[in-house]
């Protein structure tokens, strides 16, 4: 039920969504929660609540703008909403929202539980296997009129999914060539 609860609300055409939500939702969010699920498995996480945690993680994509103030709590707030209707109990629901989805990010704060860390992970992979670099960075946060400014701050983005998003060697080491392939992507070019 709430996998079909997302995928209704990602594909509602709300007018107020995301730029970037016909691309996420596919090549985003689905590739999240593919691959947490996998990565639950192999390091023996709770997968429902993974996949769930994935499901939901950028839930506000679908109906606000990443940069509206208050799209992380949105997120958090639609993310409880769908959860309930979907059956979750109160602490479970809780766990998700705290321990999973809060944390995803690791900028204020570093999940510290197993499944918090496959949805990281998850996240940060999910980052270098598909072209969320040049499409995603590039609508929300390069600034159009000055590509080294850009590609700095790209640079800096890629750094730390590769360093600080991924908590699992297997999953470091599958995903380093490209990382590698990505830092070239971006790289100064000589004169």
Known sequence: MLKQSVAELYTSNNP???????????????????LAEKIAKTHEANIELVVAGALLHDIADAVIARSTLGHEKESLVIAERLLQESGYDSETTRFILHEIIAPHSCRDVLPTTLEGKVMATADGA??????????????????????????????????KHFTKKLFFEDVKEEIRPRYEAVKLLFANRPA
């Open 16 to 34: 107020t969504a995301d730029e970037w939500i016909d691309w996420a939702y596919p090549n985003h969010v689905l590739v999240v929660a593919n």
């Open 126 to 159: 999910a980052h270098f296997v598909t072209d969320f670099y040049p499409i995603f960075c590039w609508r929300h946060y390069g600034p159009k009129d000055d590509y080294q400014i850009f590609r700095d701050w790209v640079t800096e983005k890629i750094e």
